[in-house]
């Protein structure tokens, strides 16, 4: 007995020290001098090659300054341009001008997120918590969430809100688009306050897809940020990666590789600095002291699975219907299938889980979407007397098919 206790605490002991070793070593391994350099939510102090567009949207709301209205501003480009980042940065310099004369407010909603976003009422609720006041999660008619916004604004100090909605077109799908008319026609019943909306979103035509009336209603003015060339994603990733790794740590040719992936990507400087950061990670698990050319291969591969899963995740419940359909139905017939078989199983599976069911043509805009994301691949083809027809392909590679139909079963209780 006693042989076999100190055998037991033998091997707690190796293994403890295994761990030590890994803990203690990480300091002295590691690839990182500042990672957070390299993080999607880090605010940087300049933003390269955006000049023009922070100057225009500066232009556009510093009459604000001055207690004064300005136009709604719409702002579009593709994922990772620096949408985002760069009307942080005017927000931020509106901010510090306006501290003393406490003219002007800003608040930021991302409407991706869930539980903020996903209706009118919690859009409202979360701009009433902002503004230092509070309703319940739920229960009261949306028409006195607006009254009660009403009131509280009233009752603030500034003049002008500036309401920014960070990935607008993700509220107006989940929504409609009559909380953006909701919210022009509030200026209408403020007596003193006025409101200003800054809409950022990554869909070109997004204010296409509006209803008229709630286009007019908008008054709006449009910035399109341009995507990044390869050149200004090496310009970017140099000046990250300084402060973001210690000395003589990523070989040459990485930065060039990052920017070709993410320029190939439309631009995307968000991706060149996640490629960055994994391909640092991976080095560093991998106790290896330089980042290789072939760590940002191995970077890629994972973010491109980590991109899928969180597509799956994080899409409306109409979105998961459509693919978890699609899914099944390849899981049937093993091989291609048609747009007219995804509307009839997607009918039936609406039915079995109590959701209200999209016309035809919606659901053919969701498979549009779908292939857009590259979690499907399709093409019209003809069907001789019976018309054209789209058919479809899943391209969700094999290693996260089965995650994410776990994912999908798990959203949608099926």
């Known amino acids: 007995m006693k042989l076999l206790k100190r055998k037991i605490n033998w091997s707690f002991i190796k293994y403890k020290m295994k761990l030590d070793k890994i803990f203690d070593s990480i300091e002295n391994r590691s690839l990182f001098k500042n990672k957070q350099t390299l993080q999607s939510n880090y605010t940087p102090e300049t933003i390269p090659h955006r000049d023009e567009q922070i100057e225009n949207v500066a232009s556009i709301l510093a009459p604000s300054l001055l207690g004064n209205k300005t136009s709604n501003l719409f702002i579009y480009g593709a994922t990772g341009t620096g949408k985002t980042l760069s009307v942080q940065h005017v927000a931020n310099e509106l901010s510090k001008r306006s501290i003393e004369s406490r003219i002007l407010r800003i608040e930021y909603i991302n409407c ?140 040459e040719g990485v930065i060039a590789k990052c920017a070709a992936y993410a320029a190939r990507e439309h631009g995307d400087a ?38 899928i899963l969180d597509v799956v995740e994080t899409g409306t419940k109409q979105f998961q219907l459509v693919l978890y359909s699609i899914l099944e139905l390849v899981k049937k017939n093993k091989n291609s299938i048609f747009s007219g078989d995804i509307f009839n199983y997607y009918e039936n599976l609406c039915r079995a889980v109590y959701i209200d069911c999209l016309t035809q043509r919606r659901v053919s805009d969701i498979i549009a979407e779908l292939d857009m994301l590259g979690l499907i691949s399709s093409r019209v083809i003809s069907k001789g007397r019976h018309g054209r027809m789209r058919e479809i392909k899943l391209a969700i590679p094999d290693n996260i098919k089965e995650k994410s139909e776990d994912i999908l079963r798990s959203v949608l209780g099926v």
């Open 112 to 251: 991706k997120l869930k539980k903020v976003a996903d209706t009118e009422y919690r859009i409202l609720a979360e701009l009433i918590k902002k503004l230092g006041g509070s309703v319940p999660a739920t229960g009261l008619p949306t028409d006195q969430v607006y009254l009660k916004f009403l009131d509280i604004l009233e009752k603030n100090d500034e003049k002008l809100l500036i309401l920014v909605l960070d990935e607008i077109d993700q509220a107006v799908k989940k929504i409609d688009d009559e909380f953006l008319y909701n919210l022009t026609r509030l200026n209408s019943e403020l007596n003193k306050k006025q409101i200003i909306i800054v809409g950022i979103s990554n869909d070109l035509r997004f204010l296409e897809s509006l209803d008229p009336r709630v286009r007019s209603s908008l008054s709006e003015e449009e910035i399109v940020f341009p995507p990044y060339n390869a050149v200004q994603l090496q310009d970017i990733l140099k000046k990250r990666a300084e402060s973001a790794f210690k000395p003589k740590v990523v070989s």
């Open 270 to 307: 968000r991706r060149a600095l996640d490629l960055l950061r994994v391909a640092g990670e991976i080095a560093e698990r991998n106790s290896e002291n330089k980042i290789k050319i072939e760590h940002i291969d191995f970077a890629n591969d994972k973010i491109e699975r980590d991109k």
